[in-house]
Nanobody, 116 residues
């Protein structure tokens, strides 16, 4: 059974940090491109970070560049998103995604709230 389970969300003050994790089961990550998306209330889901299959290169949305870092641990079949210098506008539900030419998998999301 394929499953992606995000964790690590919560309430944090502006300027704080969180590390999101996405535990994967039912398939191995090393043949998938991975990404993190988020959806704020009343807004569309947006892609904020991705990590390619072929060469491991990463890409980030301008809104998070320099503050967020995507990584994966193939041995543990886990994806991470380190989020630093958090801002109130980072408040959203965060989703991890794994895809290749044949499959497209999503987690259920984890809430991140940045507020004082």
């Amino acid at each position: 059974q394929v499953e992606l389970v995000e964790s690590g969300g919560g309430l944090v003050q502006p300027g704080g940090s969180l590390r999101l994790s996405c535990a994967v089961s039912g398939f191995t990550l090393d043949h998938y491109a991975i990404g993190w998306f988020r959806q704020a209330p009343g807004k569309e889901r947006e892609g904020i970070s991705c990590l390619s299959i072929s060469d491991g290169t990463t890409d980030y949305a301008d809104s998070v560049k320099g503050r967020f870092t995507i990584s994966r641990d193939n041995a543990k079949n886990t994806v991470h998103l380190q989020m630093n210098s958090l801002k109130p506008e980072d408040t959203a539900v965060y989703y991890c995604n794994a895809r290749n030419f044949d499959y497209d998998y999503w987690g259920q999301g984890t809430q991140v709230t940045v507020s004082s």
